[in-house]
């Protein structure tokens, strides 16, 4: 089953462009989601899971139109939100034994069970009959995942899953993820490159609501590689840099900042060759043209 | 500092709509309060202007009251949206105190506040200057009558109410608690207001009163006309005790609340919880099991189920929901301790009063109504679960509906409760009989129909307007929309939404004829609602977009096929009931709203009034013949008039009214001998004959008739309670009558205004020929002969006045025949109904004439508690009136209950019909209650005398000698049967009902002796200064006085017209001594108030059984113009003195009670008593009419010695 967005674009109500004709081809499997905050990921990710409606534009899962047919989604959806709360007073048991219901779960008996595995899963079945209104942040998101696995899906949608997550639930998450079977679209959206890169066949990296690149990770790290120099500067000296070369990422190390260029060849001797990864992949999409003129942001960054 | 955070808080709520919304909604809901009819709170009655200082007070003080909600809003959430946004550790980490945090945003809020109730101040003030007022209703314009009101009603009103819910918003940091708290307040003045119906209680009921609204009312309780026009309500006295005390508790609130006010983010819980343990069972590698789905609609059902149930644990579990309901059922069980009352007796908890005070919960539901259907519809976007349910694979209907479903069950699950507490109630009661038919049945329609509506259209508005407190307020905006538009005659039930009316309960005839129209009504507005309903489902959130244009466009997706099935088919029951309830209330029955009905009552007398005084022949003779067929709620009567020209002139016109209700229809009228229709006013059923030959004097003419009362399908509202089930009540005026009617007049005189009539002239002046020549009952007739057969169903017994002559069977059917052997008045009732009878026999031997009477009382199976009593004063009032009086003029009395569709009883000739709600079932405590059913049996009986045996002219002054005359003879009969403290009780509240009813004049307040029909004057104030006559001149002169009255003026032969009270007033002079002939003056004749004040009161111990009382006592004499502007008149009063002491049993009792001369302002008595004085004053037993009778006693202290 592939999921085809077409031409999809969507400007609020208060005039900010959320997406612009963003056109992707997904297929079974990860696919991850890049992009920084505000860059229209979950505007996205609301519209595939039924929940926003897009100005134009088409999305396709295999048969159904997602736009219209509406409940067909939903019955093979899972979806994770990037913020959500619970009720309080409820418990996480009886919580996910309701939503199971809405979900369309009618044998008892298997609900009880499915129920049962997911907390298991989640490592929440220890604190399961504990109102939800006393979980810690890292349990309520895991809660999330818990509910967005209900009833076998076969579109799973988490946006920004392993926020708040410490590593070892993030790579028990993760694992989890991967183990879903080949049959399932899972979309996953961060800004956490690494989730990307350990974990999905395919991704997108959207900035300021378009698909500024789509493809497989390891792909994409091939086309820069090589490309990548990183040099030790001083402080002072950043804005120069700037001006001069195409400033992919610049980042303290032990106090004095390091800065990663593309280009084509070693800009000069003072600058060093590293093995590109898919951080650089992604800064160099997302920052790669401004940073010639020289963003404001950047500069008090 | 703090100055910062004041200066931050005014600009974030200038920034804020709400804060405009607000002050637009109070605004424009003042202007149109004052300005217009078209919203009312509060306003004056009468002859108190609009914009009277009073009536502006009130309103002011509802409108803080009622809008007490803005106060929470504005002021609980200054300190809460920290902890609601989460703001509050970049809050709590800044350098600030606690004081300048608190205090600044305390100061900021309430000054927004002040700001958002300006509204109501320019609202009223503008509203004053609309050029559509009425000049005439109008004082001149004067900015302290609404300052004043605000500085001392709204202004306290708004402090300590913001106080407090600033301080529990900030302390509690929860909206709800915030809410709870502005409920309570609404208790305490619930309870003021019930308790308030106790006179004794009004002090502190005025104190208890959160919104000063009980004060007001007490502080100005007998304030006149001219009073209410002329003064503010002052800050002094209980207005000045109340707001200090809401002050006081607002500060002190204001202060805990600071000190418990934590200033961290995470503070330790008030209670600790109940930790749950966590276990170590959580296995990993468990594998997540393939499970099966289904979507149909079995499994819908089954979602809607689990939904609506767990809906209905969140409401139910909900803290504010429980409190709410807590109160409501303490509001309950206070209220029945005051259901029912009359003249501060206890009605029996009867299964249908239970259900009225029940009633008295559904302020409670509307709260839980409004505020949940907002809860509900918001509770998944309140936590932020929304997009995770949003995206399950449910149809859209499914939450809503169970939302629906799920506050449906919190109100059957509450109902049930209220009937457990009303069956409690009645237990505790000491009455077993719990008609639990009657509580499902009232309960689970009327309240339950009506709370599913309101609770569709709560969702409606809701969902459309997507915002929970506008959602609030427009919730409240249509109810008093609703009322708007009755008021601009769109009256019709068919526009106001839910108004399905269930009726009044009668144990007599259950809800009877009301059930049909009550269920199309509901049916209609049900599908109304539903329609409304699939609207929501259409249009409501679901998803991150909340955007009206993307909500329509997703509507329309929504439109599936059972939601198109549940449109077409709301729709289809809306408009096939709404076709039918038309053709019910509208075809074949007449439905016209109030203008048109007045405006047609007003054409009625512009065109007929001239023939008002024209001069018929009146009727010597009735025969008729009746048929009731009470299941169809019919009848039919065919008989005759036998009419007499009594004029010196012949008479040739001969104008017949017939009853222009559409359900009356006639085979014929006739007359019995050559006749033509000169005019035909068919609008008015006004029809002229002209004789052929005129009718000469002396001569007679018979009228024949037959008439035919229809009852088909049901009306939109006011059915006729006469013709019923069981308990068939109506009278001859259902009859045709002679001549214009002057009843039929419009008689409020907005109304008349509004239609160009010039205001009504209630009666005519006493000295008016055209007044002395008829009778109160109108001038038809000066007495008849009457002759009666009626049938009816077989299981009832027909009544009539007149003695039984034949009762017999035929088809099925129960035939009485009556026939009345002296002359009576032309007024006579007709009653059908299941009856037991309860029948007794009195001889009276007056002159050693004996006369036995026959007593029965035919009452409703089950009505029997108060029978002895009436029997009881049938007995001693026959005794009492033909000893002292004359003998009575027929030889049978009969009461029969009716339903309680009205309450009142009514004297006809041998015949007293009794409501069922006013003696039947009223708890008569034998020693502490004033017994009212042997009251009003009396005060009837005593209208065979006062009415039956001497009719009053029909001018001023008439209803003196009808009611007040009938007054005094029942308590000259009390008297004799129960204590002084009775009649004192009694008295106290006739007091009240002049003293309150003369504030609610609407024209000018007439002495007793020329009352215009005014109740408050003719029962409550002829009742006082009648027994004050007696107490003055003694009761055997006055029953001296009144022998030789009837005797003087027992038929209107004897004088060629009726009496008037310069006649009766006459005869109380000829007993009067000189030196209290002022007294009938005073008492009849003007209107004089007393101010009567004990001053001072000591004691001196003399010996153990001498006590020498010092008391100075003040008076003052006004005398009132007709509009209550009061001048002092010269004292020369016989007042009484009296002091009190204790007996036995600890009880007060009176040591010493003389009437003392007094002519000065102020007097001081050294008076002897053998016991410890207690309390000592002037005129302690209230028998003068005085606005303040509580300072009349002191208690006495015992003097210092010397």
């Given at each position: 089953?592939?999921?085809?967005?077409?031409?999809?674009?969507?400007?609020?109500?208060?005039?900010?462009?959320?997406?612009?004709?963003?056109?992707?081809?997904?297929?079974?499997?990860?696919?991850?989601?890049?992009?920084?905050?505000?860059?229209?990921?979950?505007?996205?990710?609301?519209?595939?899971?039924?929940?926003?409606?897009?100005?134009?534009?088409?999305?396709?899962?295999?048969?159904?139109?997602?736009?219209?047919?509406?409940?067909?989604?939903?019955?093979?959806?899972?979806?994770?939100?990037?913020?959500?709360?619970?009720?309080?007073?409820?418990?996480?048991?009886?919580?996910?034994?309701?939503?199971?219901?809405?979900?369309?779960?009618?044998?008892?008996?298997?609900?009880?069970?499915?129920?049962?595995?997911?907390?298991?899963?989640?490592?929440?079945?220890?604190?399961?009959?504990?109102?939800?209104?006393?979980?810690?942040?890292?349990?309520?998101?895991?809660?999330?995942?818990?509910?967005?696995?209900?009833?076998?899906?076969?579109?799973?949608?988490?946006?920004?899953?392993?926020?708040?997550?410490?590593?070892?639930?993030?790579?028990?998450?993760?694992?989890?993820?991967?183990?879903?079977?080949?049959?399932?679209?899972?979309?996953?959206?961060?800004?956490?490159?690494?989730?990307?890169?350990?974990?999905?066949?395919?991704?997108?990296?959207?900035?300021?609501?378009?698909?500024?690149?789509?493809?497989?990770?390891?792909?994409?790290?091939?086309?820069?590689?090589?490309?990548?120099?990183?040099?030790?500067?001083?402080?002072?000296?950043?804005?120069?840099?700037?001006?001069?070369?195409?400033?992919?990422?610049e980042r303290l190390l032990a106090g004095k900042p390091e800065i990663h260029v593309l280009a084509d060849s070693n800009p000069d001797s003072s600058f060093e060759g590293v093995e590109a990864d898919l951080e650089d992949v992604y800064f160099s999409h997302i920052i790669g043209d401004d940073i010639v003129v020289g963003s404001p942001e950047l500069e008090n960054a | 500092m703090w100055y910062q955070i004041f200066k931050f808080e005014l600009q974030y709520r200038k920034a804020r709509p709400a804060t405009y919304i607000y002050f637009a909604i109070l605004f424009l809901l003042s202007f149109l309060a004052i300005s217009t009819d078209a919203v009312q709170i509060g306003g004056g009655a009468g002859l108190?202007?609009?914009?009277?200082?009073?009536?502006?007070?009130?309103?002011?003080?509802?409108?803080?009251?009622?809008?007490?909600?803005?106060?929470?809003?504005?002021?609980?959430?200054?300190?809460?949206?920290?902890?609601?946004?989460?703001?509050?550790?970049?809050?709590?980490?800044?350098?600030?105190?606690?004081?300048?945090?608190?205090?600044?945003?305390?100061?900021?809020?309430?000054?927004?506040?002040?700001?958002?109730?300006?509204?109501?101040?320019?609202?009223?003030?503008?509203?004053?200057?609309?050029?559509?007022?009425?000049?005439?209703?109008?004082?001149?314009?004067?900015?302290?009558?609404?300052?004043?009101?605000?500085?001392?009603?709204?202004?306290?009103?708004?402090?300590?109410?913001?106080?407090?819910?600033?301080?529990?918003?900030?302390?509690?940091?929860?909206?709800?608690?915030?809410?709870?708290?502005?409920?309570?307040?609404?208790?305490?003045?619930?309870?003021?207001?019930?308790?308030?119906?106790?006179?004794?209680?009004?002090?502190?009921?005025?104190?208890?009163?959160?919104?000063?609204?009980?004060?007001?009312?007490?502080?100005?309780?007998?304030?006149?006309?001219?009073?209410?026009?002329?003064?503010?309500?002052?800050?002094?006295?209980?207005?000045?005790?109340?707001?200090?005390?809401?002050?006081?508790?607002?500060?002190?609130?204001?202060?805990?609340?600071?000190?418990?006010?934590?200033?961290?983010?995470?503070?330790?819980?008030?209670?600790?919880?109940?930790?749950?343990?966590?276990?170590?069972?959580?296995?990993?590698?468990?594998?997540?099991?393939?499970?099966?789905?289904?979507?149909?609609?079995?499994?819908?059902?089954?979602?809607?189920?689990?939904?609506?149930?767990?809906?209905?644990?969140?409401?139910?579990?909900?803290?504010?929901?429980?409190?709410?309901?807590?109160?409501?059922?303490?509001?309950?069980?206070?209220?029945?301790?005051?259901?029912?009352?009359?003249?501060?007796?206890?009605?029996?908890?009867?299964?249908?009063?239970?259900?009225?005070?029940?009633?008295?919960?559904?302020?409670?539901?509307?709260?839980?109504?409004?505020?949940?259907?907002?809860?509900?519809?918001?509770?998944?976007?309140?936590?932020?679960?929304?997009?995770?349910?949003?995206?399950?694979?449910?149809?859209?209907?499914?939450?809503?509906?169970?939302?629906?479903?799920?506050?449906?069950?919190?109100?059957?699950?509450?109902?049930?409760?209220?009937?457990?507490?009303?069956?409690?109630?009645?237990?505790?009661?000491?009455?077993?009989?719990?008609?639990?038919?009657?509580?499902?049945?009232?309960?689970?329609?009327?309240?339950?129909?009506?709370?599913?509506?309101?609770?569709?259209?709560?969702?409606?508005?809701?969902?459309?307007?997507?915002?929970?407190?506008?959602?609030?307020?427009?919730?409240?905006?249509?109810?008093?929309?609703?009322?708007?538009?009755?008021?601009?005659?769109?009256?019709?039930?068919?526009?106001?939404?839910?108004?399905?009316?269930?009726?009044?309960?009668?144990?007599?005839?259950?809800?009877?004829?009301?059930?049909?129209?009550?269920?199309?009504?509901?049916?209609?507005?049900?599908?109304?609602?539903?329609?409304?309903?699939?609207?929501?489902?259409?249009?409501?959130?679901?998803?991150?977009?909340?955007?009206?244009?993307?909500?329509?466009?997703?509507?329309?997706?929504?439109?599936?096929?059972?939601?198109?099935?549940?449109?077409?088919?709301?729709?289809?029951?809306?408009?096939?009931?709404?076709?039918?309830?038309?053709?019910?209330?509208?075809?074949?029955?007449?439905?016209?709203?109030?203008?048109?009905?007045?405006?047609?009552?007003?054409?009625?007398?512009?065109?007929?009034?001239?023939?008002?005084?024209?001069?018929?022949?009146?009727?010597?003779?009735?025969?008729?013949?009746?048929?009731?067929?009470?299941?169809?709620?019919?009848?039919?009567?065919?008989?005759?008039?036998?009419?007499?020209?009594?004029?010196?002139?012949?008479?040739?016109?001969?104008?017949?009214?017939?009853?222009?209700?559409?359900?009356?229809?006639?085979?014929?009228?006739?007359?019995?001998?050559?006749?033509?229709?000169?005019?035909?006013?068919?609008?008015?059923?006004?029809?002229?004959?002209?004789?052929?030959?005129?009718?000469?004097?002396?001569?007679?003419?018979?009228?024949?008739?037959?008439?035919?009362?229809?009852?088909?399908?049901?009306?939109?509202?006011?059915?006729?309670?006469?013709?019923?089930?069981?308990?068939?009540?109506?009278?001859?005026?259902?009859?045709?009558?002679?001549?214009?009617?002057?009843?039929?007049?419009?008689?409020?005189?907005?109304?008349?205004?509004?239609?160009?009539?010039?205001?009504?002239?209630?009666?005519?002046?006493?000295?008016?020929?055209?007044?002395?020549?008829?009778?109160?009952?109108?001038?038809?007739?000066?007495?008849?002969?009457?002759?009666?057969?009626?049938?009816?169903?077989?299981?009832?017994?027909?009544?009539?006045?007149?003695?039984?002559?034949?009762?017999?069977?035929?088809?099925?059917?129960?035939?009485?025949?009556?026939?009345?052997?002296?002359?009576?008045?032309?007024?006579?009732?007709?009653?059908?109904?299941?009856?037991?009878?309860?029948?007794?026999?009195?001889?009276?031997?007056?002159?050693?004439?004996?006369?036995?009477?026959?007593?029965?009382?035919?009452?409703?199976?089950?009505?029997?508690?108060?029978?002895?009593?009436?029997?009881?004063?049938?007995?001693?009032?026959?005794?009492?009136?033909?000893?002292?009086?004359?003998?009575?003029?027929?030889?049978?009395?009969?009461?029969?209950?009716?339903?309680?569709?009205?309450?009142?009883?009514?004297?006809?000739?041998?015949?007293?019909?009794?409501?069922?709600?006013?003696?039947?079932?009223?708890?008569?405590?034998?020693?502490?209650?004033?017994?009212?059913?042997?009251?009003?049996?009396?005060?009837?009986?005593?209208?065979?005398?006062?009415?039956?045996?001497?009719?009053?002219?029909?001018?001023?002054?008439?209803?003196?000698?009808?009611?007040?005359?009938?007054?005094?003879?029942?308590?000259?009969?009390?008297?004799?049967?129960?204590?002084?403290?009775?009649?004192?009780?009694?008295?106290?509240?006739?007091?009240?009902?002049?003293?309150?009813?003369?504030?609610?004049?609407?024209?000018?307040?007439?002495?007793?002796?020329?009352?215009?029909?005014?109740?408050?004057?003719?029962?409550?104030?002829?009742?006082?200064?009648?027994?004050?006559?007696?107490?003055?001149?003694?009761?055997?002169?006055?029953?001296?006085?009144?022998?030789?009255?009837?005797?003087?003026?027992?038929?209107?032969?004897?004088?060629?017209?009726?009496?008037?009270?310069?006649?009766?007033?006459?005869?109380?002079?000829?007993?009067?001594?000189?030196?209290?002939?002022?007294?009938?003056?005073?008492?009849?004749?003007?209107?004089?108030?007393?101010?009567?004040?004990?001053?001072?009161?000591?004691?001196?111990?003399?010996?153990?059984?001498?006590?020498?009382?010092?008391?100075?006592?003040?008076?003052?004499?006004?005398?009132?113009?007709?509009?209550?502007?009061?001048?002092?008149?010269?004292?020369?009063?016989?007042?009484?003195?009296?002091?009190?002491?204790?007996?036995?049993?600890?009880?007060?009792?009176?040591?010493?009670?003389?009437?003392?001369?007094?002519?000065?302002?102020?007097?001081?008595?050294?008076?002897?008593?053998?016991?410890?004085?207690?309390?000592?004053?002037?005129?302690?037993?209230?028998?003068?009419?005085?606005?303040?009778?509580?300072?009349?006693?002191?208690?006495?202290?015992?003097?210092?010695?010397?």
């Amino acid at each position: 089953m592939n999921l085809e967005i077409n031409n999809l674009s969507k400007t609020y109500s208060n005039g900010v462009q959320a997406l612009r004709d963003i056109n992707l081809s997904i297929g079974t499997g990860m696919f991850g989601l890049l992009g920084p905050n505000g860059a229209g990921k979950s505007s996205l990710m609301r519209t595939i899971a039924t929940l926003q409606e897009p100005d134009t534009g088409s999305i396709k899962l295999g048969d159904i139109d997602v736009l219209v047919q509406k409940d067909e989604v939903r019955k093979i959806l899972g979806y994770l939100p990037q913020e959500f709360g619970v009720y309080p007073k409820v418990s996480a048991e009886v919580l996910l034994n309701h939503l199971a219901v809405l979900k369309g779960i009618s044998n008892n008996k298997e609900r009880r069970e499915l129920v049962g595995a997911l907390l298991h899963k989640t490592n929440l079945h220890a604190s399961r009959k504990k109102n939800l209104g006393g979980y810690s942040g890292g349990m309520k998101q895991r809660f999330g995942i818990a509910q967005a696995l209900l009833a076998n899906p076969k579109l799973i949608i988490v946006d920004e899953p392993t926020a708040g997550l410490d590593p070892a639930e993030r790579n028990r998450f993760l694992n989890l993820l991967s183990e879903l079977g080949e049959n399932t679209v899972v979309i996953l959206s961060t800004h956490i490159v690494d989730d990307v890169k350990e974990l999905c066949t395919n991704m997108a990296i959207i900035n300021q609501g378009e698909v500024v690149l789509q493809g497989n990770p390891q792909e994409q790290i091939d086309t820069i590689q090589g490309k990548v120099w990183k040099k030790s500067i001083e402080k002072d000296e950043l804005q120069v840099y700037k001006n001069k070369y195409r400033v992919i990422s610049e980042r303290l190390l032990a106090g004095k900042p390091e800065i990663h260029v593309l280009a084509d060849s070693n800009p000069d001797s003072s600058f060093e060759g590293v093995e590109a990864d898919l951080e650089d992949v992604y800064f160099s999409h997302i920052i790669g043209d401004d940073i010639v003129v020289g963003s404001p942001e950047l500069e008090n960054a | 500092m703090w100055y910062q955070i004041f200066k931050f808080e005014l600009q974030y709520r200038k920034a804020r709509p709400a804060t405009y919304i607000y002050f637009a909604i109070l605004f424009l809901l003042s202007f149109l309060a004052i300005s217009t009819d078209a919203v009312q709170i509060g306003g004056g009655a009468g002859l108190v202007k609009e914009n009277a200082p009073v009536t502006i007070a009130t309103m002011m003080a509802i409108m803080s009251a009622f809008f007490m909600m803005i106060t929470s809003a504005v002021m609980g959430v200054a300190v809460l949206r920290d902890f609601e946004h989460n703001t509050d550790s970049m809050m709590f980490v800044n350098p600030i105190t606690k004081f300048d945090y608190l205090f600044g945003r305390f100061a900021g809020s309430f000054v927004v506040l002040l700001f958002v109730f300006t509204g109501m101040l320019f609202g009223f003030v503008l509203g004053e200057f609309m050029p559509w007022r009425d000049a005439d209703k109008l004082l001149a314009f004067n900015f302290w009558h609404y300052w004043q009101p605000f500085m001392v009603f709204v202004l306290p009103n708004l402090f300590f109410t913001g106080v407090i819910f600033f301080m529990l918003g900030a302390v509690s940091r929860k909206m709800v608690v915030v809410y709870s708290s502005w409920i309570f307040l609404f208790i305490l003045y619930q309870i003021g207001i019930m308790i308030s119906q106790e006179l004794d209680n009004r002090d502190i009921a005025a104190l208890l009163d959160p919104f000063s609204l009980i004060t007001i009312n007490t502080a100005t309780q007998y304030w006149t006309v001219t009073e209410q026009n002329g003064q503010v309500v002052g800050m002094d006295g209980v207005i000045f005790q109340n707001r200090v005390i809401w002050m006081v508790i607002g500060i002190i609130l204001g202060v805990v609340g600071y000190f418990s006010f934590s200033f961290n983010v995470v503070r330790s819980a008030w209670f600790k919880r109940k930790t749950v343990k966590a276990d170590n069972s959580t296995d990993l590698s468990v594998a997540v099991p393939q499970v099966s789905t289904s979507y149909g609609f079995a499994n819908n059902l089954k979602q809607i189920v689990n939904q609506s149930f767990f809906y209905f644990g969140q409401v139910f579990k909900a803290v504010p929901f429980q409190a709410m309901v807590l109160c409501g059922i303490l509001i309950l069980i206070i209220n029945s301790f005051f259901m029912g009352r009359v003249f501060g007796i206890n009605t029996y908890p009867t299964t249908y009063l239970m259900v009225q005070n029940i009633s008295g919960f559904n302020l409670f539901f509307l709260i839980i109504l409004v505020s949940y259907t907002g809860e509900l519809v918001w509770k998944e976007r309140d936590v932020k679960i929304n997009l995770i349910y949003d995206a399950m694979p449910v149809p859209d209907v499914v939450n809503l509906i169970s939302k629906f479903l799920g506050l449906v069950l919190v109100y059957i699950v509450l109902l049930f409760s209220l009937i457990v507490t009303g069956v409690l109630i009645q237990t505790f009661n000491g009455y077993f009989i719990y008609d639990l038919p009657v509580y499902f049945s009232s309960l689970y329609t009327d309240t339950l129909f009506f709370l599913v509506l309101f609770t569709f259209l709560g969702f409606f508005v809701q969902v459309l307007v997507n915002h929970k407190f506008i959602g609030y307020a427009l919730m409240v905006t249509f109810f008093l929309l609703t009322a708007v538009l009755r008021n601009w005659g769109v009256e019709h039930r068919m526009f106001q939404f839910g108004s399905a009316d269930l009726g009044t309960y009668s144990e007599m005839n259950g809800y009877g004829h009301f059930i049909p129209g009550f269920s199309w009504f509901n049916l209609y507005w049900l599908g109304f609602a539903v329609l409304l309903f699939a609207l929501s489902v259409m249009f409501a959130v679901r998803g991150s977009e909340a955007v009206m244009k993307i909500r329509f466009k997703v509507g329309k997706l929504r439109l599936t096929r059972p939601l198109l099935i549940m449109v077409i088919s709301a729709l289809t029951v809306f408009v096939f009931s709404g076709f039918y309830i038309y053709y019910n209330t509208n075809i074949i029955n007449s439905y016209q709203n109030s203008d048109d009905r007045n405006a047609d009552l007003a054409e009625y007398e512009k065109t007929l009034k001239g023939f008002e005084f024209l001069p018929q022949p009146k009727i010597i003779d009735v025969n008729m013949k009746v048929d009731i067929y009470p299941s169809d709620r019919d009848y039919q009567a065919e008989g005759y008039y036998v009419l007499e020209n009594q004029e010196d002139h012949p008479i040739q016109e001969i104008h017949i009214q017939l009853n222009p209700d559409p359900q009356f229809s006639y085979d014929y009228v006739r007359f019995d001998r050559e006749s033509l229709v000169k005019e035909n006013y068919e609008k008015f059923d006004y029809v002229i004959y002209e004789l052929k030959e005129p009718l000469q004097p002396g001569d007679h003419l018979k009228f024949e008739f037959k008439t035919i009362f229809e009852t088909r399908g049901f009306v939109e509202g006011g059915s006729n309670t006469g013709v019923v089930f069981n308990g068939t009540f109506f009278n001859s005026f259902d009859f045709p009558t002679l001549g214009y009617n002057e009843n039929a007049e419009l008689a409020e005189d907005d109304d008349r205004k509004d239609n160009d009539l010039e205001p009504k002239q209630r009666l005519m002046e006493r000295d008016d020929p055209k007044g002395l020549s008829m009778g109160m009952l109108g001038d038809d007739s000066r007495g008849i002969n009457f002759e009666i057969v009626i049938s009816t169903e077989a299981d009832q017994i027909a009544i009539a006045p007149g003695y039984l002559q034949k009762e017999w069977k035929e088809e099925g059917r129960k035939f009485y025949h009556y026939k009345m052997d002296v002359p009576m008045e032309n007024f006579y009732s007709i009653v059908s109904a299941r009856y037991e009878v309860l029948k007794d026999k009195m001889t009276i031997e007056v002159d050693s004439i004996r006369k036995d009477i026959d007593l029965e009382i035919y009452y409703h199976k089950g009505h029997d508690y108060n029978l002895e009593s009436m029997m009881k004063a049938m007995k001693q009032s026959f005794e009492y009136f033909s000893k002292n009086f004359s003998p009575y003029q027929y030889r049978q009395m009969r009461i029969l209950e009716f339903p309680r569709y009205a309450t009142f009883a009514q004297s006809f000739a041998n015949t007293v019909p009794f409501s069922e709600g006013i003696g039947f079932v009223l708890e008569i405590e034998k020693d502490k209650d004033v017994d009212i059913a042997y009251y009003v049996t009396s005060h009837e009986l005593a209208h065979q005398w006062w009415a039956h045996q001497v009719m009053a002219a029909n001018v001023q002054g008439s209803t003196m000698i009808i009611e007040s005359l009938s007054q005094y003879s029942a308590l000259m009969v009390m008297k004799r049967e129960y204590p002084q403290e009775h009649m004192k009780e009694f008295l106290k509240e006739e007091v009240n009902r002049y003293l309150s009813g003369r504030t609610n004049e609407t024209k000018r307040e007439n002495p007793l002796s020329k009352v215009e029909n005014q109740q408050y004057i003719r029962y409550g104030k002829g009742a006082v200064n009648l027994y004050a006559l007696q107490d003055y001149i003694g009761e055997d002169s006055v029953n001296a006085a009144l022998r030789r009255y009837i005797n003087d003026w027992d038929s209107f032969d004897k004088n060629g017209k009726y009496s008037t009270t310069e006649d009766l007033l006459g005869y109380f002079r000829a007993v009067t001594p000189d030196s209290l002939q002022h007294l009938i003056g005073d008492l009849f004749e003007k209107i004089v108030l007393f101010e009567n004040k004990a001053e001072e009161a000591t004691f001196e111990k003399l010996t153990d059984d001498k006590f020498m009382v010092e008391l100075e006592v003040s008076s003052k004499k006004l005398e009132a113009d007709s509009l209550g502007l009061t001048v002092e008149m010269p004292l020369i009063d016989w007042i009484d003195i009296g002091i009190y002491g204790e007996n036995a049993e600890g009880d007060e009792k009176l040591l010493y009670l003389q009437k003392h001369k007094i002519d000065e302002g102020t007097k001081t008595f050294s008076i002897e008593v053998s016991q410890k004085p207690i309390k000592a004053g002037i005129d302690p037993i209230n028998k003068l009419i005085d606005r303040n009778p509580d300072d009349n006693v002191k208690a006495v202290s015992e003097k210092a010695a010397i």
